[in-house]
């Protein structure tokens, strides 16, 4: 069993691993692959591009990060998700995943 965290969970057997950022191409392609998962037709065009770069970097290209952003396009779209990062962690951390955030 695996938890993801920022701290020791000090239980037996626990391992730490230092997860790096990704190259921005492939944290757009871990963004795409999981905004298909909630999102089965998402494609990204053009216009859309600059928004992702956005989100990326701006979640440090942190695969975690990404794919919290990427369930959000239940509710939001890529603009919305990158307008809102500012607030990053509200956004991805905060309230009931399926409701409009206020």
Not at 77 to 86: H, N, R
Request: charged share 25%; glycine share 2%; proline share 5%.
């Amino acid at each position: 069993m695996s938890a993801p965290s920022r701290e020791l969970l000090n239980v037996p057997g626990e391992t730490t691993w230092q997860v790096l950022p990704m190259c921005c191409e492939k944290a757009m392609q871990l963004f795409i692959e999981h905004a298909m998962a909630v999102r089965p037709k998402f494609a990204l065009d053009k216009a859309d591009e600059a928004s992702l770069i956005q989100i990326c970097q701006q979640l440090d290209k942190l695969s975690l990060a990404i794919e919290l952003a990427a369930a959000r396009l239940r509710v939001l779209s890529l603009e919305q998700i990158a307008a809102q990062l500012d607030d990053r962690f509200r956004l991805l951390t905060d309230g009931n995943r399926m409701v409009l955030p206020k």
